[in-house]
Each structure stands twice: as C-alpha cells, then as structure tokens.
C-alpha cells in the first residue's frame, strides 16, 4: 500500500458504516486522518466505530442525509468536535430496483434522487462554510460509471450518478478560486452489501462490459480516494476520475 499523508486532516465519509464508505474510512486512518462517519443505521456506526478506533480517531453521528436539518447539525458537530473538516467523500447511496423505465414507479425513483442525489447536494453544501473559513478543503462524491454511461433498468440510479456528476463540476468551478477541489469518482459496480438491491441479471450484465472481466475491489476505490483527498490533488477540480476496469470510453 502508497502511503497518502493525511496527518492532521479531518475527514467525514458519508454512508461510512459499511461497504465504499467503511473502506474509505480504513484508508484515511491509515494515513493519518480523523474520520467522522455517518450513517443513517445507529447499530451499525457503533460496531463499525468499534473496529475502526484500532487505528485512529473515529467518531460518529446518526443522520439522514435526506434531511437538510440533520446533515447540517451533523456538521456542526463534526467541527465542535475535531476543530474542522478538510476532506468529505460522499458515498452514502442506493441502487433502487432493476426495472426498465416505463415500469418504474415514481416513488421509487424519487427515494433514489432523494438519497444519491439531494442528499449528496445537502453535505456537499454543509462542509462548504467551514472548509471556506480554512481556505482549504477536499470534497470527493462517488458517482458511477452508470451515470456516464447508462446502464438500462437502472434509470433512477443512472440520472442520479449522472446528475451527481453535473453537481461536481458546477461547484467545482464556483469554488476554483478558493483552496477547495471538488472532484468525482465513477467506479465501475464493487462487491458491497448493495448487490443485494440488484438481480442476478443486472450484475451478470455489469460484470460483462468491465474488460478487465472482474468487479473493482473497495479498496482500489479507496485508494484513489485516498489521493483525491490529499494535498497533492491540487490542480484539478470540477473533474471526473474513472476507475472502471477499461470500461469508460471517456
């Protein structure tokens, strides 16, 4: 493993109890971060605190990041409790059904928005006034490589990974001229706990367009993340960086 140096930082991974996030998190502690986690599953966040303190400081805040009012208590906790926060990684999210469009109800495809895509606008908005007093900040939403591509019935996930995307690069050029980057990741489908929410058939199918004919492991994922949190991610904001296995034609 590249050591990444994040001594000092304070990072909060959304969705940090499992899966991406919890990877995510690993790799901060390892290089040297704080990390706030939050989660929406209490029972969760606190054995995942539990495994994750072996390694560095952890704390955690049970929030919906539906809910505007929770995200941004959640960050003014974060700050009263570890002085600032340097670096956010968007990961929380939902896959919802695997159903062709005219098929798809609307109350599924707005939770999908709901969760993917206004929650990741409410933290990305929450961070922005304390990483503005710092002049300095790193905020990474997990996209998809679904939302540059389109996967078929996945038309909820796409829009949102898609419309996650645009989110990106609108305000990465707003805060260009700051100390803040803000950058997307577009993986390819990893092995989580979110294939759950999937057919066999649409991952067989996902499986299929991946010339390297495997799944992205989370911690390749992390990995990368890990570098677009640093400070070495200096010059390049509003962008896309893939990480699909050959998969992405641009």
């Given at each position: 493993?590249?050591?990444?140096?994040?001594?000092?930082?304070?990072?909060?991974?959304?969705?940090?109890?499992?899966?991406?996030?919890?990877?995510?998190?690993?790799?901060?502690?390892?290089?040297?971060?704080?990390?706030?986690?939050?989660?929406?599953?209490?029972?969760?966040?606190?054995?995942?605190?539990?495994?994750?303190?072996?390694?560095?400081?952890?704390?955690?805040?049970?929030?919906?990041?539906?809910?505007?009012?929770?995200?941004?208590?959640?960050?003014?906790?974060?700050?009263?409790?570890?002085?600032?926060?340097?670096?956010?990684?968007?990961?929380?999210?939902?896959?919802?059904?695997?159903?062709?469009?005219?098929?798809?109800?609307?109350?599924?495809?707005?939770?999908?928005q709901d969760i993917n895509l206004i929650g990741t606008f409410h933290c990305c908005k929450a961070?922005?006034?304390?990483?503005?007093?710092?002049?300095?900040?790193?905020?990474?939403?997990?996209?998809?490589?679904?939302?540059?591509?389109?996967?078929?019935?996945?038309?909820?996930?796409?829009?949102?990974?898609?419309?996650v995307i645009g989110l990106t690069k609108s305000l990465g050029k707003e805060l260009a001229q700051?100390?803040?980057?803000?950058?997307?990741?577009?993986?390819?489908?990893a092995k989580t706990e979110m294939f759950s929410q999937m057919t066999e058939a649409h991952i067989?199918?996902?499986?299929?367009?991946?010339?390297?004919?495997?799944?992205?492991?989370?911690?390749?994922?992390?990995?990368?993340?890990?570098?677009?949190?640093?400070?070495?991610?200096?010059?390049?904001?509003?962008?896309?960086?893939?990480?699909?296995?050959?998969?992405?034609?641009?």
């Amino acid at each position: 493993m590249n050591q990444i140096d994040l001594k000092g930082r304070v990072a909060v991974v959304t969705g940090g109890a499992r899966g991406i996030g919890y990877a995510v998190a690993t790799r901060m502690l390892q290089s040297g971060a704080s990390v706030v986690l939050w989660d929406v599953t209490a029972d969760r966040l606190k054995t995942s605190q539990a495994e994750l303190s072996k390694l560095g400081k952890v704390d955690t805040h049970v929030v919906d990041i539906t809910d505007e009012p929770q995200v941004l208590a959640a960050a003014d906790a974060a700050v009263k409790a570890l002085g600032k926060i340097d670096i956010l990684v968007n990961s929380a999210g939902i896959t919802g059904p695997n159903v062709k469009t005219w098929e798809y109800s609307s109350k599924d495809f707005r939770q999908v928005q709901d969760i993917n895509l206004i929650g990741t606008f409410h933290c990305c908005k929450a961070v922005v006034a304390p990483m503005m007093k710092a002049d300095y900040g790193r905020i990474i939403n997990i996209a998809s490589i679904a939302g540059k591509d389109g996967n078929p019935n996945a038309p909820a996930y796409s829009a949102s990974k898609a419309a996650v995307i645009g989110l990106t690069k609108s305000l990465g050029k707003e805060l260009a001229q700051t100390g803040i980057r803000v950058n997307a990741l577009t993986p390819a489908a990893a092995k989580t706990e979110m294939f759950s929410q999937m057919t066999e058939a649409h991952i067989n199918f996902m499986l299929s367009k991946i010339p390297m004919n495997r799944f992205v492991t989370v911690e390749e994922i992390a990995g990368m993340i890990a570098w677009m949190a640093s400070e070495e991610c200096s010059f390049t904001t509003g962008a896309v960086f893939d990480i699909s296995g050959g998969r992405a034609v641009y």
